[in-house]
């Protein structure tokens, strides 16, 4: 019975490259966020998404960033260009159709040099 | 704008004493208050999570206490042990599936 995967669990990029990060949520949930926690700082809300819509992308930087929960396969953040101030660690959350219950993933590291 | 306060921002405890973190929101829509528990290098895990139909549940050595009126809310750790060392996030949302708001965390140390 597995929770939220995410992969890679660490990534490096150049300044100016792209990262793409994966989510798979528990297997039946349809509901995914996404979190990014700068070091010594608490989760802050980027995206909530349902299968091929999104529902809440005010946290979302408006520029570089975009995320997508397909129909089949995983939910994908992308962030372009990548700049030193995006190191952080990415956290995918899921959720059941109803319920505010959320389970997280070990998340993403990604490190800009 | 911070809507979700969290106090003390680390916390030295000895074993079997009682660590209490506290949490203050601002936005009367929150009607969902979890507490999150994450150690170094993983994703946080549900700790205990409360609605403000009931003023305190426990669940084992975890107890949060909410006070609708004065829009606050906190963890009690009774027995306080070792492994219990980790950040400790306080968080609100409101609805169904919504999105959670996040204290910054208070990082729990607990001594021999």
């Known amino acids: 019975n597995a929770g939220v995967m995410q992969n890679p669990r660490h990534l490096v990029r150049r300044r100016g490259q792209e990262a793409r990060l994966r989510c798979s949520p528990v297997?039946?949930?349809?509901?995914v966020y996404w979190y990014r926690q700068l070091p010594e700082e608490g989760l802050k809300f980027m995206v909530y998404l349902q299968k091929e819509n999104i529902i809440d992308e005010s946290g979302m930087p408006k520029e570089r960033f975009s995320a997508e929960f397909p129909k089949e396969g995983p939910s994908i953040l992308r962030i372009q260009q990548v700049v030193r101030g995006d190191s952080a660690a990415y956290f995918c959350a899921s959720s059941p159709l109803e319920g505010n219950e959320q389970f997280f993933g070990p998340g993403t590291r990604l490190t800009v040099l | 704008q911070q809507q979700v306060k969290q106090s003390p921002q680390s916390l030295i405890v000895q074993k079997g004493g009682i660590s209490i973190i506290n949490c203050a929101y601002e936005?009367?829509?929150?009607?969902?208050f979890p507490w999150y528990q994450q150690f170094p290098g993983k994703g946080p895990a549900l700790l205990i999570a409360?609605?403000?139909?009931?003023s305190e549940k426990k669940e084992g050595r975890f107890t949060i206490s909410f006070n609708k009126s004065a829009k606050q809310f906190s963890l009690h750790i009774m027995d306080s042990q070792p492994g219990d060392s980790a950040t400790y996030f306080c968080a609100a949302d409101t609805g169904t599936a919504s999105k959670l708001t996040f204290g910054t965390g208070t990082r729990l140390q607990v001594t021999l």
């Open positions: 409360i609605r403000p139909d009931v």
């Open positions: 297997k039946g949930h349809s509901h």
């Open positions: 936005n009367t829509a929150f009607d969902y």
